[in-house]
């Protein structure tokens, strides 16, 4: 089968479940394409603030949770259930080392702008350091410095990009489309897969949108 698949992934970089999800996903597309390698899968990333009223230097990180959820007990609960979801795709999230809850507006206009401007490898390597700065370094995703630093790292411009951090906790507009919740993925814009799914899922997802697609084409 040949064809076009359109991914739309809806996301936050404080969420974990979202870095989870994107490893899933990108686990499922390998699977994907050994399946039907003349499709080709167009994947578009969507920054969604889950936090908008966060000051512009955050709040301390376990102070946050503490209060999100309760107890300390229930926040050692949900460390260790990421924990292990973080491992069963290969990865490492202690959220214990995280410092501080930054506001993420200006990580996503960032993103923003590098998507806009076109280079798909510096978007994707920007998206995967930012995650990694937060998740893996404990680094400050509200700070200006820091984003430039991860910009420049991609090889991107800093004066390109410079402009859109505005460093005063101005909502990041974001799109409309994630109103069900991060991560949530959109297949062909006919069908939603929220949460971090297991591979399988997204595979049986994607596989379901390309047919329903391709019916679609060849009844027209």
């Not at 507009?173 to 814009?189: E, H, I, T």
Request: aromatic share 6%.
């Amino acid at each position: 089968m040949s064809g076009r698949l359109r991914v739309d992934v809806f996301f936050d970089f404080i969420c974990p479940w979202c870095l989870i999800g994107k490893r899933q996903l990108e686990h499922a597309q390998v699977q994907f394409r050994s399946r039907h390698p003349g499709v080709q899968i167009t994947t578009q990333w969507h920054g969604v603030q889950l936090l908008p009223q966060l000051p512009v230097q955050g709040e301390p990180f376990a102070d946050f949770y503490r209060k999100r959820l309760g107890s300390a007990e229930a926040v050692a609960m949900r460390q260790t259930q990421v924990q292990q979801a973080a491992a069963e795709v290969g990865l490492v999230i202690d959220l214990s080392r995280i410092p501080t809850m930054p506001n993420t507006a200006d990580a996503h206009r960032l993103f923003e702008r590098a998507s806009e401007l076109g280079n798909v490898a510096q978007r994707d390597l920007l998206l995967e350091r930012l995650f990694a700065a937060y998740f893996q370094k404990g680094e400050d995703l509200g700070c200006r410095e820091t984003l430039l630093a991860i910009a420049r790292s991609c090889g991107i411009d800093a004066q390109a990009v410079a402009d859109c951090l505005l460093g005063d906790a101005t909502p990041f507009a974001g799109s409309p489309g994630a109103s069900g919740g991060v991560p949530s993925f959109q297949l062909d814009r006919r069908m939603t897969v929220v949460g971090a799914q297991p591979a399988v899922a997204l595979l049986g997802a994607m596989s379901q949108a390309l047919k329903d697609s391709d019916q679609e084409r060849h009844s027209a």
